[in-house]
């Protein structure tokens, strides 16, 4: 069950602030997601997919620290139950 939550709440809020708005902004201006093939442009995907991966590790441990030690969701209509392990009142 919990497992559900989660991913509803992961649907709901970071997939949707960072795949469909970016996706809707860029349509709506015309531009094309296309890969560079300049070393200046693949320099930059390169530093772009490392910090992707950064962050979606960052977010996959914080999501799992929300479900054992606050047993909740990252979600406003699901908070954490617990403060969790080493918090501090």
């Known amino acids: 069950m919990i497992v559900l939550r989660h991913l509803f709440a992961i649907v709901v809020l970071p997939f949707t602030i960072t795949v469909l ?35 979606l590790r960052l977010f996959v441990a914080s ?4 479900a054992s030690d606050g047993r909740g969701t990252l979600a406003p209509w699901d908070p954490p139950r617990t403060r969790g392990i080493g918090s501090t009142p």
Do not use: E
């Open 21 to 55: 708005v970016p996706l809707w902004i860029a349509r709506r201006n015309g531009t094309a997601l296309v890969m560079g093939w300049s070393a200046g442009a693949v320099a930059v995907q390169v530093f772009g997919a490392m910090m992707m991966a950064i962050g």
């Open 63 to 66: 999501v799992s620290r929300f």
